[in-house]
C-alpha cells in the first residue's frame, strides 16, 4: 500500500520487522510526491477467504507506526518460494545447457536479479561461474526440504480435487446477487461467475489452463486467483499474473 504522511517524517531507510506474517517499508517518488510504500502480510494465492483483511490489517499496522494522512494505492503481487530458500540460477534442467533460467528470488528481485546477470553471462562467456553450484537449478540441495515439498504438492492435490467435487450447483444466471462472485456449475459446465452491482454478468470457465485446478474469487482486488500455482485473471478471464500462459475462457451469458 502507497500512503502521504501528515508530518512529512518519510523514512531514510528500507526497513523491515520479524512478526509473522512479517512487514515491510520503504520511500517512493511518484510524479513528484514522496510517497510511503509498506507491504507485508503474505499469504499463498488463492487461499484467503478474505483477502480485504490482508490489507486492512496492513493498513492498521503503518497507522500505528506512522502518522498517516492519505492512503492512496493499493495491491498485491506475486513470487515464487524455492523449496530450499534458494533461487534457482543457471542453465535449465533438460535443455542441453542452451537454456537459462533464473527464478525463485522469493521478492528479492533486486538482489538476486544483479546475481543472475553476473552468473548466466560467466557461464555463456566463461562457460563457468565461481556462483554456479551454490545457485544450480539441477543442484542436489533441492530436496533439502523434500518433506515441504511433499506437503506443498499435497495441498495442491487436495485444492484441485475438493474445488472440483464441491461447486455449487445452480439452474439459473440469476440465482446470484448483485456484487456476487462464485465458482458454479451449470448444466454440466464450470464457471466463475461475477455479477456487478448492476445487474451486468461476466462469465468464465473457471478452469486455469495451466494445471486445470478451480479458481477462486479474490474480493479485494475482483479477481480469479488460482489456488495450485498463483496465477491470477481478470473477471473477464485476462491474465494477471503467470505461470499460466493463456486467459481463463470468456462466455457470453446470453449463451449460457
Given at each position: ?6 508530518d ?12 509473522d ?6 520511500v ?5 510526491e ?12 488463492g ?7 490482508c ?20 495491491w498485491?503481487?506475486?513470487y ?15 535443455s ?12 528479492n ?21 565461481k556462483y554456479e553450484?551454490?545457485f544450480?537449478?539441477?543442484?542436489i ?6 518433506t515441504?515439498f ?8 487436495f ?13 439459473s ?5 448483485e456484487?456476487?462472485a ?20 461476466h462469465?468464465?470457465?473457471?478452469t ?14 475482483l ?13 473477464n ?10 486467459a ?8 449460457s
Amino acid at each position: 500500500m502507497a500512503f502521504s504522511l501528515k508530518d512529512e517524517n518519510y523514512p531514510k531507510d528500507l526497513g523491515y520487522d520479524l512478526i509473522d506474517p512479517y512487514h515491510y517499508y520503504h520511500v517512493q517518488e511518484i510524479n513528484g510526491e514522496t510517497l510511503l510504500i509498506a507491504g507485508g502480510e503474505d499469504h499463498k494465492t488463492g487461499h484467503e477467504e478474505d483477502t480485504g483483511k490482508c490489507f486492512s490489517r496492513l493498513e492498521n499496522y503503518v497507522r500505528k507506526y506512522f502518522d498517516v494522512e492519505t492512503a492512496y494505492y493499493s495491491w498485491s503481487s506475486q513470487y515464487y518460494e524455492p523449496t530450499d530458500g534458494f533461487p534457482y540460477i543457471g542453465k535449465l534442467p533438460g535443455s542441453k545447457g542452451k537454456v537459462y533460467t533464473a527464478t525463485g528470488f522469493r521478492g528479492n528481485g533486486m538482489i538476486f536479479g544483479t546475481i543472475s546477470s553476473r552468473i548466466i553471462s560467466d557461464l555463456i562467456i566463461n562457460e563457468n561461474s565461481k556462483y554456479e553450484n551454490i545457485f544450480n537449478p539441477s543442484r542436489i540441495k533441492a530436496i533439502a526440504r523434500f518433506t515441504s515439498f511433499v506437503e506443498e504438492n499435497a495441498v495442491v492435490a487436495f485444492d484441485f480435487i475438493k474445488d472440483k467435487l464441491f461447486k455449487e450447483k445452480i439452474t439459473s444466471l440469476h440465482e446470484i446477487n448483485e456484487g456476487e462472485a462464485k465458482v458454479v456449475k451449470y448444466e454440466g459446465d464450470s464457471y466463475a461467475l461475477y455479477k456487478e452491482a448492476t445487474g451486468k454478468v461476466h462469465l468464465v470457465k473457471s478452469t486455469c489452463p495451466h494445471a486445470k485446478c478451480e479458481v477462486r474469487w479474490n474480493s479485494a482486488e475482483l479477481s480469479w486467483d488460482c489456488p495450485c500455482h498463483g496465477s491470477r485473471f481478470n473477471i473477464n478471464g485476462k491474465i494477471l499474473t503467470g505461470p499460466s500462459v493463456m486467459a481463463l475462457q470468456r462466455v457470453d451469458p446470453e449463451d449460457s
